[in-house]
């Protein structure tokens, strides 16, 4: 993995008018401030109809929940670009980290979960009315998009506390350490 | 009050948080404040787009169960927020960005008060449409939260001091 994320560090750093622009002055706290009010817009909207699929707040039908899912998205894609821009000006702050690793793998997990949630189970609880019973799939998936959401903050809040020092000699598979020098 | 927060950042407790290398001292309590306002925040948002019409169609008293997580949140991020400024105390209180902080909470949960005790109790919300003053609370909550995150983002960012001895 190591040949790899050497790879992809170069290929992001890459995009010098980004790491211009986020070094300016005010960019980099702003750019946050965009990524912690798009985490909550997020899991203020999904969160919620995932407690609705664990049973909570029944007298909401699902399909009026659902409206809120746009609003999530919107969160998630705020938050796309802005991590996305955190990543381009410190391409080696991120590739090398182990916290940043986890969060890349919870945020996979959540979208399997979500893949798993319309594909398998969508169909059937839309039509679910006030008051109405779920499936107990219901429960797992929506238990599961909360663990992994929660857990994707987790990791990126604990990023700091994983930055890479140089390596010593003896890396493992997946690199966490600054592999130059 | 330099002598204050000498005494404060001195404490045994202060050093602690301040020093140790634990996974489950600094890192902890920051990943809770940011769990706390996950809650706060989110579950302001889910709220105000019911008042702003985006689900209509049922009562808010369904949207009353989920508030203890909201109260949660709130305590999560207060006490994780007391110990952050328990270790840093010179770094928060000397940065005019704690104090508009703090403004914007007690702006942020009066408002959501207001939104759980007038609002959200009405059997009539919604029919007809939510009055002005209604969606005028939904938005301004809002905009009290987006404050207290940029102020608490910049609050890293634009301090003075760190420490007395700094």
């Known amino acids: 993995m190591g040949e790899l994320q050497l790879w992809l560090v170069e290929t992001l750093s890459s995009v010098d008018a980004v790491s211009t622009l986020m070094r300016t002055r005010w960019a980099w706290p702003i750019c946050e401030t965009l990524h912690f009010f798009g985490l909550c817009l997020l899991f203020g909207t999904v969160g919620m109809f995932d407690l609705r699929l664990l049973g909570f707040a029944r007298g909401i039908p699902i399909a009026t929940l659902h409206r809120l899912v746009p609003w999530g998205v919107g969160g998630y894609c705020l938050n796309l670009l802005t991590g996305s821009l955190f990543l381009l000006t410190e391409p080696d702050q991120y590739v090398f980290n182990t916290a940043f690793h986890l969060k890349m793998l919870f945020m996979s997990l959540a979208g399997v979960n979500v893949a798993i949630f319309y594909l398998k189970l969508f169909r059937e609880v839309k039509p679910v009315t006030a008051g109405g019973e779920l499936p107990r799939l219901a429960k797992v998936i929506g238990g599961a998009s909360l663990f992994f959401w929660v857990s994707v903050m987790v990791c990126g809040r604990l990023l700091t506390f994983y930055r890479p020092y140089l390596c010593d000699p003896d890396p493992g598979f997946l690199l966490n350490c600054l592999p130059y020098g | ?166």
């Not at chain 2, 809650?39 to 369904?62: D, H, K, Q, Y």
Request: charged share 10%; net charge positive; proline share 7%.
């Open chain 2, 1 to 166: 009050m330099d002598p204050l927060f000498s005494w404060v950042e001195s404490s045994a407790f202060s050093v602690w948080a301040r020093e140790s290398t634990s996974i489950f001292a600094f890192p902890t309590f920051l990943a809770g404040h940011a769990l706390g306002m996950a809650c706060v925040v989110g579950i302001n948002v889910a709220v105000s787009l019911r008042l702003l019409g985006v689900t209509p169609g049922f009562p808010g008293t369904e949207l009353k169960k989920v508030f203890p997580l909201f109260w949660v949140g709130v305590w999560l991020a207060v006490i994780s927020g007391t110990i952050l400024l328990i270790a840093y105390p010179t770094k928060a209180l000397t940065n005019p960005f704690f104090y508009a902080k703090l403004v914007f909470v007690g702006l942020g949960v009066f408002q959501i008060r207001m939104i759980e005790n007038r609002v959200l109790g009405n059997p009539d919300l919604d029919i007809p449409p939510n009055p002005k003053w209604v969606r005028l609370l939904a938005v301004s909550s809002l905009v009290c939260w987006f404050g207290v995150i940029a102020t608490g983002r910049f609050l890293a960012y634009t301090y003075g001091r760190l420490l007395v001895s700094w």
